[in-house]
């Protein structure tokens, strides 16, 4: 039977085995530098909406859409390239297959 810590750590891998695990989803704290920039950012476009025909409204929101998209997807892809990085290194480390580790 897994209790405690285990209970957590195995979920972990589970999650992360069945392809749960969603890396840019993530809570943030309130008073990081991210959330901070993100109710500027937030601010900023509410006042630009107001000058905005609706057209102009439109198009400014799938602007931003794509943004958040195009950073969804960057950050998917650097986190899947932090599991190889981390993998070349264990085998490195492991197999002795790095000229550095001669």
Known sequence: MIVGQ????????QDLYYGNVIPCQHDVSKDSDYAK???ELL??????????????KKLL????????M??????AESYIQGFRDCVELMID??????????
């Open 6 to 13: 285990e209970v957590t750590e195995v979920m972990k891998l």
């Open 37 to 39: 920039r993100s109710l």
């Open 43 to 56: 601010e900023m476009c509410d006042r630009l909406e107001k000058r905005l025909s609706a057209d102009d």
């Open 93 to 102: 480390v492991i197999f002795g297959r790095s000229e550095n580790l001669k």
């Open 70 to 75: 195009l950073s969804e997807t960057m950050i």
């Open 61 to 68: 929101n799938d602007i931003t859409d794509m943004q958040g």
